[in-house]
């Protein structure tokens, strides 16, 4: 069974920085695509982020790109979302998945929340 266990978020003011990382079982950073979503309140769920499973490419949303960086660490079996210069609109909780168009496993973690606020 695929577990994702998302970890890191937060209160934080405007402009300031926080890193999430996430880890789980039944899954390997080193075997699929990472990425990471996102949830705010009365939104729908839209990805971030994603990086590929091998040769570190990477992509952003318009919303975060310049802003955001994801990376993974395949001895941890972890993948990392440095979010920098953030913004209220970041506000929402974030949750990774293995996949590079998609969340590729039909479960999702708890999730972090990132509040985003003066």
């Known amino acids: 069974q695929v577990q994702f266990v998302e970890s890191g978020g937060g209160l934080v003011q405007p402009g300031g920085s926080l890193r999430l990382s996430c880890t789980g079982t039944?899954?390997?950073?080193?075997?699929?695509?990472m990425n990471w979503y996102r949830q705010a309140p009365g939104k729908e769920r839209e990805m971030v982020a994603a990086?590929?499973?091998?040769?570190?490419?990477?992509k952003y949303a318009d919303s975060v790109k310049g802003r955001f960086t994801i990376s993974k660490d395949n001895d941890k079996n972890t993948v990392y979302l440095q979010m920098n210069h953030l913004k209220p609109e970041d506000t929402a909780v974030y949750y990774c998945?293995?996949?590079?168009?998609?969340?590729?496993?039909?479960?999702w973690g708890q999730g972090t929340q990132v509040t985003v606020s003066s």
């Open positions: 990086i590929a499973r091998v040769g570190g490419e990477t």
């Open positions: 998945s293995a996949g590079w168009s998609g969340n590729m496993f039909s479960s």
């Open positions: 039944g899954f390997t950073t080193s075997d699929n695509s």
